[in-house]
């Protein structure tokens, strides 16, 4: 971890699975935005439903009945927009659009559902489920991101707290995102929670920064966990648990590819 610049989100991100049965005719949506109907015409989640023969809904597969593309746009992109409501069930589907539009005008895609699995779970972990791209602390805590261990300074008045998908957080890492981005975040940190692909772009510069992109395309969750918050999620340290529930994040997103069981082991 590059000192203070992920921002751990406390709180259990995962959703127990329902066994609800609620029978949908055709052409009715089901009565929760986080459930799939099953080739039986029933309302549930979990796998009886999201997953084989799943027909609309946040299907584990992206299909949703026919088209073959699971709301795909037509780019190619592995993060289809009903893989993208499977990985985000617990907010809105204005806002879950709202951050898909986000990504798409960053320009990033992965290379593989592997790698797609991976950053997505890590968002997901790091965001609350993307209900948020700044802390929930914000701005009170963001005198506690003043300090400096480079040659650059904040700016007067100006807050350096957790914003975009990755909770960019402290002065020499707007800095430095900005450089690399082109856009000057030092005086202007406000940008990453205003503009939806900018904060998309500060977590690109982070996992590109990071060298993430060769062990997530490989499936290796534990090396990148321990790249964004090694010191204290790994080998047993003080923030464990949290790294449990970022490892139920990513099982569970890996089933929204139909990828199955991790085939390596996603603990560090």
């Known amino acids: 971890m590059i000192v203070g610049l992920i921002h751990i989100i406390q709180g259990d991100s995962i959703k127990q699975e329902r066994n609800t049965l609620n029978y949908v005719k055709p052409r009715m949506a089901c009565p929760s935005s986080d459930m799939c109907v099953s080739q039986w015409g029933y309302c549930g989640t979990g796998d009886p439903y999201c997953g084989t023969g799943c027909t609309a809904g946040p299907c584990y597969s992206g299909n949703t009945g026919g088209n073959g593309n699971g709301g795909n746009t037509g780019d ?57 791209i700044k802390e929930y602390c914000a701005p009170g805590c963001g005198s506690h991101y003043a300090g400096s261990w480079c040659s650059i300074q904040g700016v007067p008045g100006k807050l350096y707290y957790g914003r975009g998908w990755f909770q960019v957080s402290w002065p020499c890492n707007y800095h430095a995102a900005g450089q690399a981005l082109g856009i000057d975040l030092l005086n202007n940190p406000d940008l990453v929670e205003q503009q939806q692909d ?4 500060t977590a690109i510069w982070f996992y590109n920064a990071n060298n ?35 490892v139920s994040t990513y099982r569970r997103i890996r089933q929204c590819f139909d990828l199955g069981e991790p085939h390596k082991n996603p603990v560090c």
């Open 76 to 132: 190619g992109s592995i993060i289809t927009e009903k893989i993208f409501a499977c990985a985000f069930y617990t907010i809105d589907a204005g806002t879950r659009l709202s951050r898909l539009n986000g990504l798409r005008n960053s320009g990033w895609k992965p290379s593989n559902k592997e790698e797609a699995v991976v950053f997505l779970a890590h968002v997901f972990h790091e965001t609350d489920g993307l209900k948020t």
């Open 198 to 201: 900018l904060a998309v772009k």
């Open 212 to 246: 993430m992109a060769g062990p997530a395309k490989q499936g290796d969750f534990a090396a990148t966990t321990r790249i964004i918050n090694g010191a204290l999620e790994c080998n047993g340290g003080p923030g464990f648990s949290n790294q449990m529930t970022r």
